[in-house]
């Protein structure tokens, strides 16, 4: 059967995507990006050209390049809207015989779903072209608020590009099935949409098997373009009190000014501040003149602030005409670019008290979303073929109480996964398996699962034996913890049907349980690391010392005798900088004891003790008390 | 209908079913397998393509660096100034040219073409209408692909 693709047609943007292999995936363009501008040109030599390379020549041909044609299609000449629009938009509109609206291009009139259709017709083959077959269906997102006219009008415009159209979807609802949470019962999403020239935001309900839209709202000329001409200004404005120059003429200048203050932008969503350098930006009277700034995210967000307040206001606002409360929302999904902003993400954070969803590139995640509507029509996405995910990390308890972790959480089961460890005492002959789940650093903030003993184990020295502990999840979420002695094969091991039976609740509670804990947790984990090596040091130290012997100098052994007992004395404390600077003083000391061995080495004192250890353990689990 | 007969069809009944279930687990498996196959076929390719994006990623990055030294070049330096800054420039052109960025001949008089070039405005000039009159940032090509178009002013007439 032939693929179904899924179609984001965005007021600036277009994006595709089909389901491959089960998952959704973004097709390039034949230009080789992911999304197309939505923008149609009849070039001054008569080509029509379509996404990029309309852009690249409209600055030279503003009459004749159609862009943001979404905010015409399926209106009435009259519509208030277009009146405001009709005063900046460059290109000529007239009302048309049924009181719609054409644009001029060229000669020519077109109605605004022919011109979308030159859109999706390009997309139509380029996609082909990538998937190495033609595709003839399409389902097409739409803002949730356009009424009927716009939903004809759009469709009308796939089927003028050749599509046959299965589904005009609303862009919020393939947002929240690109999440996969159509299967989230009786839920309300948030839909937070800023796009590149607008704002939408949208309240969803899903119910048994329909996402139902209950508000939506926005501002159809707020977006990330507002943001990069605030930043363009602020930068013209400083170049202009320091030089006295004024850059908006230069066209240029004003190139590379867009340029730099876009890459800021980006930049300042991982970073607090970044450098604005652009050498030979213009020439004044005294020769060249370069731009260099500093520009901080404090900055930015002053500059953007408003903007992002009258998003958090809009947003109030339609969850109030929802009928919900800004509590009874479960679920907030970012879309568009500007939602990487991290003042963005921190202001709805606040306003509803949860971390909002934004895994999925926010560019992308609406044709993702339209791709998966799109394998549910065409039937790929079958049930039997789902597979789950842990919903938290599997692991056993290692020295010093801690968790270390042996399947980490959301890892696809059906799987297998096995690591060594080895004993912490001397002469230790059996270890406990304490199996826990959960996101803690330390055993005790876990959940146990089972606890069982591998004894029988060999008397040899701490870190010598090697047992092998290996996780298995089936496809059914059965747990079974295997424990092995590679050297006498000697094994225990338990099932537990019960490892992925946590309500939800349960989850989402040990989830924010860990991120409440996260620094605390960390820190413990760091000294209980510490504690872990003094040990081994001091351990290390003490076996040097017997081993040596005589050799060493008698200076030397009270020197490290010294360090031992301070190092003994600080780690059971809890400042992990007093325990690191006396493991510090010790390892020094220990090496100048090694160089002196290594001097008079004699070929029956090899030091085994380190070699061996180091490459078999990667933690060791806690001494029994009760070891025989 | 005899109870036995009654037995019997619903044997048939789960037998059929069985089946089904088989056919569907077979299918889910296979495609699961081919899926997998194929994917490690695609993976070598995907690496290529990932450490071309990478690497363009940083040319594009390095470009606006490009055209800085392009920039000081139109300016009055001293003839051993200019003549150092041009070897620094060809210097950083070939390490960029040994990995695959060419840059686009664009000349004054050149038709129009969107596909390498940007237009940014208009001016008047002796060439034909609506070609190239002048070109104000180089464009290039990495590895066949056009990363950055050449930035021109086309000609209007005189009036």
């Known amino acids: 059967m032939s693929k179904i693709l899924g179609i984001d047609l965005g007021t600036t943007n277009s994006a595709v995507a089909v389901i491959e292999a089960g998952e959704p995936k973004i097709i390039e363009n034949k230009e080789g990006n992911r999304t197309t501008p939505s923008i149609v040109a009849i070039s001054k030599s008569g080509d029509r050209l379509v996404g990029l390379l309309a852009k690249r020549q409209s600055v030279t041909n ?3 390049t159609l862009f943001s ?13 277009i009146k405001k629009d009709r005063e900046w938009l460059p290109y000529e509109l007239k009302e048309s015989a049924n009181g719609g609206v054409e644009i ?3 000669d020519k ?11 999706l017709q390009k997309l139509k083959t380029d996609a082909g072209e990538k998937i190495g077959e033609a595709v003839n269906e399409v389902v097409i997102t739409v803002p949730a608020y356009f009424d009927d006219a716009q939903r004809k009008a759009t469709q009308a415009a796939g089927e003028i590009a050749g599509f046959k159209v299965r589904r005009i979807l609303n862009e919020p609802t393939a947002a929240a099935l690109a999440y996969g949470f159509n299967k989230k019962k009786d839920e309300q999403i948030v839909v937070y949409d800023f796009g590149g020239g607008t704002f939408d935001l949208s309240v969803l309900e899903v119910t048994a098997d329909t996402i139902e839209v209950k508000a939506v709202g926005g501002d159809t000329h707020l977006g990330g373009d507002d943001f990069d001409q605030k930043i363009i200004k602020w930068i013209a404005d400083e170049f202009k009190k320091q030089e006295g120059i004024d850059l908006s003429k230069d066209t240029l200048a004003l190139q590379r000014l867009k340029e730099a203050a876009e890459k800021a932008k980006h930049e300042l969503s991982t970073t607090n501040e970044t450098e604005l350098n652009l050498p030979f930006i213009t020439s004044g009277d005294s020769g060249p003149k370069h731009l260099v700034m500093r520009f901080s995210r404090t900055q930015l967000e002053k500059l953007v602030g408003d903007m992002i307040d009258k998003s958090i206001a809009i947003t109030k606002q339609v969850v109030v005409d929802s009928g919900f409360k800004l509590s009874d929302i479960d679920e907030i999904v970012l879309v568009g670019g500007q939602t990487r902003m991290p003042a963005i993400i921190e202001a709805v954070r606040k306003l509803f008290g949860k971390e909002p969803n934004r895994t999925i590139n926010p560019d992308e995640v609406v044709a993702i979303g339209a791709a998966v509507q799109a394998g549910i029509l ?3 996405v079958k049930d039997i073929l789902l597979l789950d995910v842990t919903p938290l990390n599997l692991g056993i308890e290692t020295l010093g109480s801690v968790m270390t972790k042996i399947i980490e959480k959301n890892t696809t089961v059906p799987t297998a996964k096995s690591q060594v460890f080895s004993t912490a005492a001397d002469s230790q002959t059996s270890v406990e398996i304490h199996v826990l789940q959960g996101e803690r650093e330390m055993a005790q903030d876990n959940k146990t699962l089972a606890r069982f003993i591998l004894d029988g184990i060999p008397p040899s020295p701490r870190g010598l034996p090697q047992i092998e502990v290996t996780f298995d999840i089936d496809a059914n979420g059965v747990l079974s913890v295997k424990a092995k002695d590679k050297a006498t094969g000697k094994e225990q091991s338990v099932r537990i049907e019960a490892s992925s039976s946590l309500s939800k609740e ?3 509670r040990m989830k924010k349980d860990a991120q409440l804990h996260a620094d605390e947790d960390r820190q413990k984990r760091e000294l209980v690391d510490l504690r872990n090596q003094a040990d081994s040091i001091i351990y290390t130290s003490e076996k040097s010392l017997r081993d ?9 052994k009270k020197d490290i005798e010294e360090k031992v007992e301070i190092l003994k004395k600080t780690k059971d404390g809890q400042n992990g900088n007093e325990i690191k600077s006396a493991l510090s003083n010790l390892s020094s000391s220990l090496q100048k004891i090694g160089e002196v061995l290594y001097k008079q080495a004699s070929p029956e004192k090899p030091e085994d003790n380190n070699t061996s250890s180091e490459n078999v353990k990667e933690a060791e689990f806690e001494e029994k008390k009760d070891d025989k | 209908m005899s109870d036995e007969e009654i037995k019997k069809e619903e044997e048939v009944g789960v037998l059929e079913k069985c089946e089904k279930e088989k056919k569907d687990y077979l299918d889910g498996w296979q495609r699961a397998k081919a899926d997998f196959l194929n994917y490690k076929k695609d993976e070598g390719r995907r690496l290529e393509d990932m450490a071309k994006f990478v690497i363009s990623g940083l040319i594009q990055d390095i470009l606006p660096i490009m055209d800085s030294f392009d920039l000081a070049l139109g300016h009055d330096l001293s003839k051993e100034s200019e003549r150092g800054v041009l070897l620094i420039r060809s210097q950083f052109e070939d390490v960029l040219k040994k990995r695959g960025l060419e840059q686009i001949k664009t000349e004054s008089g050149d038709n129009f073409n969107p596909e390498v070039h940007e237009s940014i405005g208009e001016v008047e000039s002796e060439h034909t209408e609506g070609t190239v009159a002048e070109v104000v940032q180089k464009g290039y090509r990495f590895r066949e692909r056009v990363i950055r178009p050449a930035r021109v002013r086309l000609a209007k007439n005189k009036k």
Do not use: C, H, T, W
């Open chain 1, 548 to 556: 040596a012997g005589e050799k060493v100098d008698p200076a030397m």
């Open chain 1, 104 to 106: 001029k291009m060229q």
């Open chain 1, 69 to 81: 044609i979404k905010r015409l299609i399926g209106r009435k000449f009259n519509d208030s809207e």
């Open chain 1, 62 to 64: 503003p009459k004749n």
């Open chain 1, 378 to 380: 065409q039937g790929e």
């Open chain 1, 506 to 508: 349960e989850i989402e």
């Open chain 1, 109 to 119: 009139f077109y109605r605004p779903e022919e011109v979308s259709a030159m859109i």
